[in-house]
Structures are given as C-alpha cells and as structure tokens.
C-alpha cells in the first residue's frame, strides 16, 4: 500500500517528535561527571521533564550514549562493543573535558577524546559539567532528531561505507615488515 507524499512527511515528523522525547541514556560514567551526571535525575534537575529519565545498563533498550568522564585506553574495547549493540539510530554525549579532550591527563593511558573511537553528536565541556549543561545538550540533541530521521530509515539505506569504529592495527606490506634479530629457539609461544 503505498501513502502519499504527504502523509509519510507526517509520519516522519511523528516519528522525530516520539523519537526525540524518549531518549533512553546508556551511561558510561566515570569520577567526578558521573556524579553529575546521576545529579540530573534528582528533584532538583529533573532530567525526567525531557523524556530520559529512563537510565538502560542493556545497550540494547538505548538509543543515546552519555560517555562522562575520563576513559583510558582499556576500557575502548568495552565501549566500542557497547556502542554496537546499540539498536540504530543513536546518538552519543561526550560529557565532560576528559571525555571530549582528555582534559588534565594528557598521558599514554587516558584517551584524548572519544571522537577518535565513537561519532559524537553533542559536547558539554567543564570539568566537570553542571547538570544544567547536560540538560541543555540533551536539548540540542532533540532539536538534532526532530530535525532528522524518517520511519523507513531511508537516510541509513545511502550509506555506502561502514561508519563504525575502525580496527586501529594498520596492516603493513610483507616488504615493511622487520624480523627483530635474535634467539628465539626459547620462546615458548612459539613451540608447537
């Protein structure tokens, strides 16, 4: 059965509207933002007034990912596999300096923003964020669905690469490659 242009624009625009004020947040919380963040859903901040009050520790009940504060290098693996068990579509907050940035710790360890491993809708900076902040990211990020988004999907159908995290080993050509001189007649790993 095939609708009229007009009314799919309608369910389109019902659907952005549903869609945008039921953000259900998967929060990856760490130190001092976490605790900002759990602030905003107390009286006094009500994130419950903007539809995302409803707090799922399933990525598969999500559809909006609240990464705050400071991630280090081994927890990457985790949140990348936490990100694509996310149904689509989905949206990501980087809450914090140390989430968007690094902030202070500029070291080996910490990730110097989460860009480099999951698309990021919105970025609340401070350290750490106050929850009026929060609140008023995750109104952009509703005025970013309502403005896009169709029932049928057809924005994801004109994908024609994959958009997710990439593997961060390079591949190098045999011809690259260097056997490091040495005795390897010890080596455990490599005895059948």
Do not use: H
């Not at 947040?25 to 605790?35: D, E, H, K, L, V």
């Amino acid at each position: 059965m095939k609708f009229p242009d007009f009314i799919v624009t309608q369910l389109d625009w019902l659907a952005n509207q549903a869609r945008a004020n039921s953000l259900w947040p998967m929060p990856f919380a760490t130190a001092c933002c976490g605790i900002e963040l759990m602030s905003t859903a107390s009286s006094r901040y009500d994130i419950a007034r903007f539809g995302s009050e409803a707090m799922r520790f399933s990525p598969r009940q999500c559809d909006l990912m609240l990464v705050a504060g400071r991630v280090v290098m081994k927890m990457i693996p985790v949140l990348q596999r936490i990100w694509l068990q996310m149904p689509e579509p989905k949206w990501c907050i980087s809450m914090g300096a140390c989430a968007s940035s690094g902030g202070v710790f500029d070291t080996y360890a910490v990730v110097q923003g989460i860009d480099r491993f999951l698309p990021v809708d919105v970025y609340i900076p401070g350290c750490p964020p106050r929850p009026e902040q929060l609140i008023r990211s995750i109104l952009d990020l509703q005025e970013k669905v309502k403005a896009t988004g169709t029932v049928n999907a057809r924005e994801l159908s004109a994908r024609t690469a994959y958009e997710g995290p990439t593997s961060l080993v390079q591949q190098l050509a045999p011809d690259e490659t260097m056997v490091v001189p040495g005795d390897y007649s010890t080596a455990t790993r490599l005895r059948d």
